[in-house]
């Protein structure tokens, strides 16, 4: 399958095998429907499987096309403006000669991606603070029109089951005490989370970013391994619902309707067990504070954002501020700025910083915009670093 070439400087031999392009538009020429199927050790419960078992389509792909058209709607609704932002405006800065061979190429960022879609394998990211990890997962749900990111943030005491759903246990107490004579749906106590709701039946894959899983509990990443072999779980609350159930003929698949990490959007679990059909495009971002189990390493593909030069800044910076005109002596102090914030490479510093103090000093008059106050928008990430 051959696509256009997008103005990022992907080569010739790249641009025959890309979905994805980090270039922050949306192609109309790569359709995640002509993804190739996966490997034969990767292989989940394919849709395309469901269709070919009879003439018509099954009940199931035509409920899996309404949800899928439903998520379409989520991506484009105000809910999810700030996600598609984020989309839009992550560059990847492809530099046509690589002058410094101890800094990863940023092109590599694009192969790590298309790589990891193709062999439904999870990317694990890492790389400073503030280099586009997280917002990598955007720019691929954005360009490959794939609903909005599911985001599992982690901290210390995050569990796999707190990313896979949460059972409100107490509730169901208080009304089963309340309406004794009434049957309870046991649907409305369980809500998936975003690695649960990412994992559900799909038509195409999903985008999950699990951010900083270096901040995870020793044993998380070990939990996950299975999740990303198996490419399903189950809810044992409604596992043992179904099978204590006398309510429903046994030719009934006994299935629940839950809510998901998708705002107003449920999905049906049948007998409290999940397989996907279309393995999610799995983003994790690491600080890299900690080593992960060689286990766990070896099902990811790994790739580390490099710190990004004078040319990639511009880049960014032009993606930021693209509707906003800047007079001759605003676009020098902007260089100027570039040149403050590469200049102590010893220090730590976030993209972000810069783009603050450029959006200060396009407020501000040039007399308000002092030596000391571009000194505190630009110091370093260490709490050591002094201004």
């Known amino acids: ?32 429907a002509d993804l190739p199927d996966p490997p034969p050790w990767r292989k989940f419960k394919e849709i395309k499987q469901l269709e070919s078992e009879q003439t018509a389509k099954s009940p199931e792909l035509i409920e899996l096309e309404k949800q899928w058209q439903t998520i379409q709607d989520l991506a484009n609704s105000e809910a999810n403006k700030r996600g598609r932002e984020k989309g839009q405006k992550f560059r990847i800065y492809s530099p046509e000669t690589e002058e410094d061979d101890c800094q990863e190429p940023l092109v590599n960022v694009v192969d790590a991606v298309n790589a990891a879609i193709y062999l439904r394998r999870p990317l694990l990211v890492t790389g400073n603070p503030g280099s586009g990890k997280t917002s990598l997962a955007y720019a691929i749900a954005y360009e490959l029109k794939l609903g909005p990111v599911l985001n ?41 989370g975003p690695v649960g709701t990412a994992f559900l039946p799909s038509l195409y894959p999903r985008v999950l970013l699990i951010d900083e899983i270096d901040k995870s509990d020793i044993n998380l990443p070990n939990d996950l391994l299975h999740l990303f072999e198996d490419g399903k779980y189950e ?152 201004i």
């Open 235 to 386: 809810i044992p609350e409604l596992v043992r619902w179904a099978d204590k159930s006398h309510t429903m003929d046994n030719n009934q698949q006994k299935s629940v309707k839950v809510r998901t990490e998708d705002i107003g959007i449920k999905a049906s679990i049948i007998r409290g067990r999940v397989d996907c059909s279309s393995f999610p495009i799995v983003i994790m971002t690491s600080n890299g504070e900690r080593d992960f189990p060689p286990a766990f390493v070896r099902r990811c593909l790994r790739i580390r954002m490099p710190d990004p030069d004078t040319t990639a800044l511009k880049t960014i910076i032009n993606a930021h501020f693209q509707d906003e005109e800047q007079s001759e002596n605003l676009k020098k102090t902007t260089e100027e700025l570039i040149e403050a914030f590469l200049e102590k490479e010893e220090q730590e510093r976030a993209n972000d910083q810069l783009l603050n103090a450029i959006y200060i000093r396009n407020n501000l008059s040039p007399e308000a915009f002092t030596d000391d106050l571009q000194a505190l928008l630009l110091k370093g990430l260490s709490t050591t670093d002094e």
């Open 1 to 32: 399958m051959v696509k256009n070439q997008p103005q990022n400087n992907v080569t010739e031999n790249q641009k025959n095998w890309l979905f994805f392009y980090g270039d922050g538009k949306s192609h109309d020429d790569v359709n995640i």
């Open 152 to 192: 599992w943030a982690i901290t210390a005491r995050s569990t796999l089951q707190d990313g896979l759903y949460r059972y409100d246990a107490i509730a169901r107490l208080q009304d089963s005490q309340l309406h004794k004579n009434q049957l309870q749906d046991i649907g409305q106590y369980v809500t998936l």
